[in-house]
């Protein structure tokens, strides 16, 4: 079986690292160093006590639906229908969006356990990477 295709991700000046990790099949967040929150979208400052200070560190990669969304039109030509994607919070907080690997449960609902998952995957150029999506169970 072939890697799936995914369009590669925006890398801009603060999520870099986050996708160098996830090409390493480790999962990275910044971390404020002064109040200890974990945050995603990365940034410049911690959102809640504005400290310019942080560090990218490891999370756990488990964490609990909070939605989900199944496209059932086909709206770009790596994800055909039906597309399932899922917010789960993270249990060190953030909430991360991705695709859902394998069949949507028929007992999901908010709170199911999920972990992440890594894939390989190919870009709209050929070149291999990792993608992450969410899978449903605990550890």
């Given at each position: ?20 990790h996830v090409d ?67 249990a060190e907080g ?35 990477r990792t993608i ?8």
């Amino acid at each position: 079986m072939s890697a799936p295709a995914r369009p590669a991700p925006r890398r801009g000046l603060y999520d870099d690292p986050f996708w160098d990790h996830v090409d390493r099949r480790d999962l990275r967040l910044q971390k404020c160093t002064d109040d200890g929150t974990f945050r995603y979208p990365p940034g410049p400052a911690c959102p809640t006590c504005l400290s310019l200070d942080w560090s990218w560190e490891p999370v756990s990669g488990h964490g609990s639906v909070l939605s989900w969304v199944v496209f059932h039109r086909q709206y770009f030509p790596e994800f055909p229908p039906p597309h399932v994607v899922v917010a789960g919070e993270l249990a060190e907080g953030p909430i991360l969006i991705a695709d859902l690997a394998g069949e949507l449960p028929p007992e999901m609902s908010a709170g199911t356990p999920l972990r992440i998952r890594y894939d390989a995957a190919t870009d709209p150029d050929g070149r291999e990477r990792t993608i992450f999506r969410w899978e449903i169970g605990p550890a």
